[in-house]
């Protein structure tokens, strides 16, 4: 029993050093700027003045209709795809199947330190720099999400697909009117862990997006607080930080499971 | 039948057609280019300049570019043990009969769904030399104030104390799952033959618990090596380099000083490193352990 109290005490201090940043960063952005450092989060002069200076200085707004635009149309084409490659792989035979397998896996090994400077010169070439083509082509695929579908579906049973295929089904037709429907734990992962890292990835905006108009919010939000243009107001910082956090932690209020549970599949896909 | 397998064939190289396109652009091309861009100087702007060799050369006598490796060396020898011992830590405690388990594990993930960028401008505050929440608590406390980010010393170490606070909870249920994945019987055994909960964590968790901790190494090791918003937000790299971080000074060359021939040949060596560290960490670790 002793045990037991000192484990949820160790437990309720964690939860304190994990949360207590969040909730002190939120209501810091509604004090006067002489209040922020406070420890405690209440104060008696609450405003929103600093999301107002926020929304007057950057175009936050349109970032959030940007980062939305693109992480959507990464999520769907790494599903879109990521779901017949992944078919081919471990429902069709054909000559270099097993090639193709070991190739994939061998891009996944590939540090992106080596290619991230031709893929820039790449997007910038072909003359994608400022646009969201260059946000999106280079996240089109990604061989992860590939052995996610593959080592699904290889538990589907292939008489679902032999009976499909004598009703005069196409390969594009059963993936997507059978496999796709009883594949929904595979579809959630690949969809949120891809959304989740498209969402929050700020390297490859940084280098491809100048114009403000065309930036990704953690984007927007990073140049803001480090160009300067935040000035030194701890208030409006937080502010925009608190904004770009906001639609994450809705989505992770209400998917908390599912967000958990993707993340815990990287673990054993070894 | 002959027919059958044809049919299948083509379908199968329809199928896979389009990651044979997106793998040629986006995986091929880059890595053949990367390595007609290392012997090369350009800005981009003007023709590619062949330079041989020169770019090693120049490499090898950069002191700037070895120091930010050594920086995300210090980050990650500060990050990976920590984030083992506390991952493991929460993750035991998580792995009994716990009321309110579920909320316990939802906060402490908290952190990994969030923007790095979040954390990043959040902690900027909590390690505030006069203002920030941290030393604040510690004067309370009646400890001394720490310049977390402003001595030279500490702030590589500080921002790898923030990265564990960022990305522990994804370890804690990656550690979860590898508990939860141990028989429970040779538990039951162990009590019969009365050893103590010490021994039975050193003599059963943690060697069943090898291939986890080798994944949360790895995967650590690979984040830790592409560090860069962190620093680039937090600190600029300062004070005195401490924290420019290897990606930060790639970054640097290539898009500041569009050196783009110069930053190709540091991220090839640089790749070069993160593979070699990451097969001697498996190495090291699995035979270690057993």
Same mark, same amino acid.
């Given at each position: 029993?002793?045990?037991?109290?000192?484990?949820?005490?160790?437990?309720?201090?964690?939860?304190?050093?994990?949360?207590?940043?969040?909730?002190?960063?939120?209501?810091?952005?509604?004090?006067?700027?002489?209040?922020?450092?406070?420890?405690?989060?209440?104060?008696?002069?609450?405003?929103?003045?600093?999301?107002?200076?926020?929304?007057?200085?950057?175009?936050?707004?349109?970032?959030?209709?940007?980062?939305?635009?693109?992480?959507?149309?990464?999520?769907?084409?790494?599903?879109?795809?990521?779901?017949?490659?992944?078919?081919?792989?471990?429902?069709?035979?054909?000559?270099?199947?097993?090639?193709?397998?070991?190739?994939?896996?061998?891009?996944?090994?590939?540090? =992106?330190?080596?290619?991230?400077?031709?893929?820039?010169?790449?997007?910038?070439?072909?003359?994608?720099? %400022?646009?969201?083509?260059?946000?999106?082509?280079?996240?089109?695929?990604?061989?992860?999400?590939?052995?996610?579908?593959?080592? =699904?579906?290889?538990?589907?049973? %292939?008489?679902?697909?032999?009976?499909?295929?004598? %009703?005069?089904?196409? %390969?594009?037709?059963?993936?997507?009117?059978?496999?796709?429907?009883?594949?929904?734990?595979?579809?959630?992962?690949?969809?949120?862990?891809?959304?989740?890292?498209?969402?929050?990835?700020?390297?490859?905006?940084?280098?491809?997006?100048?114009?403000?108009?065309?930036?990704?919010?953690?984007?927007?939000?990073?140049?803001?607080?480090?160009?300067?243009?935040?000035?030194?107001?701890?208030?409006?910082?937080?502010?925009?930080?608190?904004?770009?956090?906001?639609?994450?932690?809705?989505?992770?209020?209400?998917?908390?499971?599912?967000?958990?549970?993707?993340?815990?599949?990287?673990?054993?896909?070894? | 039948?002959?027919?059958?397998?044809?049919?299948?064939?083509?379908?199968?190289?329809?199928?896979?057609?389009?990651?044979?396109?997106?793998?040629?652009?986006?995986?091929?091309?880059?890595?053949?280019?990367?390595?007609? /861009?290392?012997? *090369?100087?350009?800005?981009?702007?003007?023709?590619?300049? $062949?330079?041989?060799?020169?770019?090693?050369?120049?490499?090898?006598? @950069?002191?700037? #570019? #070895?120091?930010?490796? &050594?920086?995300?060396?210090?980050?990650? +020898?500060? *990050?990976?043990?920590?984030?083992?011992?506390?991952?493991?830590?929460? !993750?035991?405690?998580?792995?009994?009969?716990?009321?309110?388990?579920?909320?316990?594990?939802?906060?402490?993930?908290?952190?990994?769904?969030? +923007?790095?960028?979040?954390?990043?401008? /959040?902690?900027?505050?909590?390690? !505030?030399?006069?203002?920030?929440?941290?030393?604040?608590?510690?004067?309370?406390?009646?400890?001394?104030?720490?310049?977390?980010?402003?001595?030279?010393?500490?702030?590589?170490?500080?921002?790898?104390?923030?990265?564990?606070?960022?990305?522990?909870? &994804?370890?804690?249920?990656?550690? /979860?799952?590898? /508990?939860?994945?141990?028989?429970?019987?040779?538990?039951?055994?162990?009590?019969? @033959?009365? !050893?103590?909960?010490?021994?039975?964590?050193?003599?059963?968790?943690?060697?069943?618990?090898?291939?986890?901790?080798?994944?949360?190494?790895?995967?650590?090791?690979?984040?830790? $090596? +592409?560090?860069?918003?962190?620093?680039?937000?937090?600190?600029?790299?300062?004070?005195? @380099? +401490?924290?420019?971080? !290897?990606?930060?000074?790639?970054?640097?060359?290539?898009?500041?000083?569009? *050196?783009?021939?110069?930053?190709?040949?540091?991220?090839? $060596?640089?790749?070069?490193?993160?593979?070699?560290?990451?097969?001697?960490?498996?190495?090291?670790?699995?035979?270690?352990?057993?």
């Amino acid at each position: 029993m002793k045990g037991k109290v000192l484990t949820y005490f160790i437990l309720v201090i964690g939860a304190l050093i994990f949360a207590y940043p969040f909730l002190w960063m939120v209501f810091a952005t509604l004090k006067p700027e002489i209040e922020i450092a406070n420890i405690w989060v209440f104060s008696k002069n609450i405003s929103f003045k600093n999301y107002s200076i926020v929304l007057n200085k950057i175009p936050i707004i349109r970032a959030f209709f940007n980062s939305l635009f693109v992480s959507l149309s990464v999520t769907f084409s790494v599903i879109f795809f990521g779901s017949i490659v992944g078919y081919a792989l471990s429902k069709l035979n054909f000559r270099g199947r097993e090639f193709l397998l070991i190739l994939i896996l061998f891009t996944m090994m590939i540090p =992106f330190q080596i290619t991230l400077i031709p893929t820039y010169i790449l997007i910038a070439k072909l003359g994608l720099v %400022d646009t969201y083509a260059g946000l999106i082509l280079p996240g089109m695929m990604s061989s992860f999400s590939i052995l996610v579908f593959r080592q =699904f579906f290889l538990t589907i049973p %292939d008489s679902l697909i032999e009976s499909a295929r004598l %009703d005069g089904c196409n %390969d594009l037709q059963i993936l997507f009117k059978i496999i796709i429907p009883l594949s929904k734990p595979a579809v959630s992962t690949v969809g949120i862990l891809t959304f989740m890292s498209s969402w929050n990835e700020v390297l490859w905006p940084l280098i491809v997006i100048r114009n403000e108009k065309l930036m990704t919010m953690p984007q927007l939000v990073t140049i803001f607080v480090v160009g300067g243009q935040a000035g030194s107001q701890l208030g409006v910082q937080l502010a925009s930080a608190t904004l770009l956090a906001l639609p994450i932690v809705i989505a992770y209020s209400f998917f908390q499971r599912y967000f958990i549970e993707s993340m815990a599949t990287v673990g054993l896909k070894e | 039948m002959v027919k059958m397998k044809n049919f299948k064939s083509g379908a199968g190289y329809f199928m896979v057609l389009p990651y044979i396109i997106y793998f040629l652009t986006f995986v091929a091309y880059p890595l053949i280019f990367s390595f007609i /861009l290392i012997f *090369h100087r350009w800005n981009i702007a003007t023709p590619m300049e $062949f330079i041989g060799f020169k770019n090693f050369i120049r490499l090898f006598n @950069d002191e700037l #570019f #070895f120091k930010s490796i &050594f920086n995300t060396l210090v980050f990650l +020898s500060v *990050h990976i043990p920590l984030q083992v011992f506390i991952a493991l830590f929460f !993750a035991q405690l998580l792995n009994q009969k716990i009321k309110m388990k579920g909320f316990f594990r939802s906060l402490y993930f908290l952190p990994v769904v969030v +923007s790095g960028v979040v954390v990043t401008i /959040l902690w900027q505050q909590m390690y !505030a030399y006069e203002t920030g929440l941290i030393n604040q608590v510690l004067v309370e406390a009646g400890f001394k104030k720490i310049p977390w980010l402003v001595s030279p010393e500490l702030a590589m170490p500080s921002i790898a104390v923030m990265a564990t606070w960022k990305n522990v909870g &994804f370890y804690i249920v990656i550690f /979860l799952a590898g /508990l939860q994945s141990i028989p429970k019987e040779l538990y039951e055994v162990a009590e019969i @033959d009365g !050893a103590s909960s010490f021994q039975k964590f050193f003599k059963i968790t943690l060697p069943m618990l090898n291939p986890t901790v080798v994944l949360v190494v790895v995967l650590s090791t690979i984040g830790g $090596f +592409s560090l860069f918003i962190e620093p680039y937000i937090m600190t600029g790299g300062g004070p005195m @380099d +401490s924290t420019l971080s !290897a990606m930060l000074y790639i970054y640097n060359q290539a898009f500041y000083f569009n *050196h783009m021939g110069y930053a190709a040949t540091l991220g090839f $060596f640089f790749a070069l490193i993160i593979l070699t560290v990451v097969i001697i960490q498996r190495k090291f670790i699995e035979r270690r352990i057993y």
